[in-house]
């Protein structure tokens, strides 16, 4: 996979969610056919995400920058520092915690937000 500022996809979800405090973290993780993938851990209620789901089709922000529609987990909470930031396995740029979901196949996709949820 190119490149990909996972930052602008979170916010564009942010956008097209109309959500007002922060309701999903987007990450890039190893695969093996794409060499990376996107998954989003968000807390949006599923009718919400659906409606969020369709507008991020037709939005436009690159092929490459969308997560599939698969590979979003809900979790009850977000992963946080003491600062209010998101957690570092949770964000861009940290692929050293992000190798444990490496041993996870993306069927299992629940498992891969956990592992990056509790880390």
């Known amino acids: 996979m190119k490149w990909c500022p996972t930052s602008r996809s979170r ?3 942010h956008e097209l969610s109309g959500a007002s405090e922060q309701t999903f973290a987007v990450t890039a993780v190893p695969d093996e ?3 990376e993938r996107l998954i ?4 949006l209620p599923e009718d919400k995400l659906e409606a969020c789901l369709a507008l991020l ?8 920058w969308k997560p599939r529609p698969d590979q979003f987990v809900h979790v009850d909470v977000l992963p946080y520092l003491g600062t209010g930031k998101a957690r570092p ?3 861009e740029g940290n692929r050293d915690r992000s190798v444990a979901v490496t041993q996870v196949p993306s069927g299992q996709l629940w498992k891969q ?4 949820a509790t880390m």
């Open 89 to 91: 396995a949770a964000s």
């Open 33 to 35: 056919k794409k060499g």
């Open 113 to 116: 937000a956990n592992i990056i």
């Open 11 to 13: 916010d564009k979800l």
């Open 40 to 43: 989003v851990l968000h807390t």
């Open 57 to 64: 089709a037709k939005s436009d922000l690159p092929a490459l």
